[in-house]
């Protein structure tokens, strides 16, 4: 096995034609070089170079070994490039609680562009409800998560130990079945909360938007059937069963799709909002992921310590 130093000072010869310069390349005295390449010659048994007036030539055994030498060189210099680019390799696993569809979430471009940029980071997917989401952060089970909460709340003032960055803004509506307009024509909470609703569990956005309304007017939803999941919730309206909030987009596309009733006049500000522990804040997969999705929704988010 031939010594780098050596190897490069045959190679900078070789280029240079001249031990001089290729003292000043390698940054080494001329005496340095001159010995580096004495002592190649002998360990290899060969004459690889001619003395000529203006420098040093290759002999024909110098330049048969030239392009070999080159890319032994080039094989250590890719090797030295990889060895570096792990230490900046973003490695591990990232636990992400997510809510909703993931549509409106805009989980499949956060995931592509964190692919992207960390190939070498898994992610776990964990779905659930917003208050679930929050607990398994607070605990350690996940990462980062999604959550839903009024406009500048996010977590509560019972989440110091949270962190949370609002995504964007948008509302939910009063939704009810198709040939209930009629019902809702008098949209006042007292009345509405007489109708049949389809409830969901205190973890929902729905219960902690819907009982933020109806709590301080000494009110409650006359709960018919209680769901955890949108889509089931969706299909008990339109089948006739009771009321429910719908945000923006899905209230909307249900009017005019099905037929669904849409109470006037009636909307509950909500935020969607990125979620972590603050003590983990500096954490490398943590950072990333804000990284990602500051690029996914277009600008620099706001952040809000609880």
Same mark, same amino acid.
């Given at each position: 096995?031939?010594?780098?130093?050596?190897?490069?000072?045959?190679?900078?010869?070789?280029?240079?034609?001249?031990?001089?310069?290729?003292?000043?390349?390698?940054?080494?005295?001329?005496?340095?070089?001159?010995?580096?390449?004495?002592?190649?010659?002998?360990?290899?048994?060969?004459?690889?170079?001619?003395?000529?007036?203006?420098? $040093?030539?290759?002999?024909?055994?110098?330049?048969?070994?030239?392009?070999?030498?080159?890319?032994?060189?080039?094989?250590?210099?890719?090797?030295?490039?990889?060895?570096?680019?792990?230490?900046?390799?973003?490695?591990?696993?990232?636990?992400?609680?997510?809510?909703?569809?993931?549509?409106?979430?805009?989980?499949?471009?956060?995931?592509?562009?964190?692919?992207?940029?960390?190939?070498?980071?898994?992610?776990?997917?964990?779905?659930?409800?917003?208050?679930?989401?929050?607990?398994?952060?607070?605990?350690?089970?996940?990462?980062?998560?999604?959550?839903?909460?009024?406009?500048?709340?996010?977590?509560?003032?019972?989440?110091?130990?949270?962190?949370?960055?609002?995504?964007?803004?948008?509302?939910?509506?009063?939704?009810?079945?198709?040939?209930?307009?009629?019902?809702?024509?008098?949209?006042?909470?007292?009345?509405?909360?007489?109708?049949?609703?389809?409830?969901?569990?205190?973890?929902?956005?729905?219960?902690?938007?819907?009982?933020?309304?109806?709590?301080?007017?000494? $009110?409650?939803?006359?709960?018919?059937?209680?769901?955890?999941?949108?889509?089931?919730? $969706?299909?008990?309206?339109?089948?006739?069963?009771?009321?429910?909030?719908?945000?923006?987009?899905?209230?909307?596309?249900?009017?005019?799709?099905?037929?669904?009733?849409?109470?006037?006049?009636?909307?509950?500000?909500?935020? $969607?909002?990125?979620?972590?522990?603050?003590?983990?804040?500096?954490?490398?997969?943590?950072?990333?992921?804000?990284?990602?999705?500051?690029?996914?929704?277009?600008?620099?988010?706001?952040?809000?310590?609880?």
């Amino acid at each position: 096995m031939q010594d780098l130093q050596a190897l490069r000072a045959f190679v900078s010869v070789a280029r240079e034609g001249s031990v001089s310069r290729a003292a000043e390349r390698l940054n080494l005295t001329q005496p340095a070089v001159s010995l580096k390449l004495k002592q190649f010659q002998a360990g290899l048994g060969l004459t690889l170079f001619r003395r000529r007036p203006k420098g $040093l030539t290759l002999t024909e055994d110098g330049q048969a070994l030239l392009p070999a030498a080159e890319k032994a060189l080039a094989a250590v210099s890719a090797f030295d490039q990889s060895a570096r680019a792990l230490h900046s390799t973003l490695r591990g696993r990232l636990k992400i609680g997510t809510i909703v569809d993931p549509e409106f979430i805009r989980l499949g471009a956060f995931l592509h562009r964190l692919v992207e940029r960390s190939p070498q980071l898994e992610t776990e997917l964990s779905h659930g409800m917003s208050g679930s989401v929050l607990e398994r952060v607070r605990r350690g089970e996940l990462d980062v998560g999604f959550y839903l909460a009024p406009p500048g709340e996010g977590p509560g003032e019972g989440s110091a130990e949270i962190v949370h960055r609002e995504l964007t803004q948008f509302h939910y509506h009063v939704i009810a079945p198709a040939g209930w307009g009629s019902r809702l024509a008098v949209a006042d909470w007292e009345r509405l909360a007489r109708l049949p609703w389809i409830v969901t569990p205190q973890d929902s956005v729905h219960h902690r938007l819907l009982h933020g309304v109806l709590d301080p007017l000494g $009110l409650a939803p006359n709960g018919v059937a209680q769901v955890d999941q949108e889509a089931c919730m $969706l299909d008990l309206v339109r089948a006739g069963v009771g009321l429910s909030l719908a945000r923006d987009a899905l209230a909307m596309t249900e009017r005019q799709e099905r037929g669904l009733a849409v109470a006037e006049g009636i909307r509950l500000p909500c935020a $969607l909002c990125f979620i972590w522990r603050r003590d983990r804040g500096e954490e490398a997969v943590i950072s990333e992921a804000l990284a990602v999705l500051e690029r996914v929704w277009g600008e620099p988010l706001s952040q809000t310590v609880t």
